[in-house]
């Protein structure tokens, strides 16, 4: 650990400046990073002995919370019997775990192993797009994923994604990528329910195949929840009828489980509040809680099985990565399993998403909120300029609220689409283990702020 006595903050800030490149954050603001030296529970505590409620669990990933020992003595353990070996084997953690997502995805799936949410897209890309040619469907090549959709940051999984912000200083893309809109009820038709606007959008996913050929497309890949995208919660009925237009054209649904999984969603996995079965699951963040890297991609046996043919050209998938199901992430991984099972933190996560939901209640009155969101322990709202029009509120607003909340103790995201002007989605995403005093403290803390709003602009 940094002994911080041996520095100051404002000497470890010039060092920071000077040598490292932080992660989405511009050139202007690179020198005013929160320099994070302790954490427990859902708390963090800076260089400085501020601390704060860390709402977002992170990036979405902390989801048994800060500083639990016993997945620290987990990857101890595992790091001095056996710390590396690669998949090309195989070792005892990554067995143990493997069986345990089998336990916890309720199927029979195989489990390939890399180390971020992106590369796990990755690879049920290549997956799909070989398991299409072993079954003799040599053009199926097209994916079709969501506008407003996150699905990572290398360029396979960029081009799956829907937010052009981050995406159009790296064009051109992969090519093969198709996007429709997704079911964002908020916005949708004036005069048209619900339930026929989430129809209509998961038939535009059939459109699409139909009209891009049914022989080129290899895949689907959607979240349960558009998380990224401000936390865009489809009807129950629209993932059914998603599933059921790709088995009607042979088209294999991939589910992103990188956030809802590992019981964001107040299940498992997202996709089990939808009674759908996915062919391909890709998972990472709470996979591990954030505290090492790993990831996953869970592809059906059946699929699987279809590698079996014994020619040179089919019988193996060609990817290989050094350090995916590294013995003390797997091992870890399996720990914070064990974890959320005994503290039930699932369910918990149902009840605390509900909480913050229901105490948010009264803020559907307030003039900035146009409307809020939930989904387990995933919590958006949505921010407008105007009610009527829905126009949204200016980024300038949404920056200076979720600043307030940091000054009072309280760290909160944001998420939406700055080309598109849908930058004004505040999210809400705290470790499932937070306490009955965390919650309160996330809700006194925000409504005071939003109080804040309506004083200052009288
Ligand atoms: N998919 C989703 C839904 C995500 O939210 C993210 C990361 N925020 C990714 C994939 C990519 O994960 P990583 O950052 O670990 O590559």
Redesign the pocket.
Known sequence: MLELNRYDTNELKEKDKKHLWHNITPYSEQDRPMIVTEAAGSWVTDSEGNRYLDAMSG??CVNVGYGRQELADAAYKQLSTMPYFPLTQSHLPAIELAEKLNEWLEGEYVIFFS???????EVAFKIARQYQQQIGQHNRFKFISRYR??????LG?LSATGQAQRKYKYEPLTSGFLHVAPPDSYRRPDGMSVEDFNLQCANEIERTIVWEGVESVAAVIM?PVI??GGIIVPEPSYLKRVEEICNQYGVLLII?????GFGRSGRKFGHQNFSIQPDIV?M??GLTSGYL?L?ATAVRKEIYDTFKDNTEMYSHLRHVNTFGGNPASCALALANLQLLEREQLVARAEVLGQRLRSAFDDLLEHPLVGDIRHFGFLLGIELVADKTTKAPASVDVVKKIIGECKRAGLIIGKNGDTVAGYNNVLTFSPPLASTDDDMAFIISTFKQVMANQIASAD
Do not use: Q, R
Not at 115 to 121: M, R
Not at 149 to 154: D, E, F, K, L, V
Not at 256 to 260: A, N
């Open positions: 990036l979405w180390n971020s949410g992106s590369e796990a897209n959709a996150y699905h990572g940051s290398s999984a979240e998380t990224g992103d489980e990188v956030i809802c890709t990472a963040k890297p990831s």
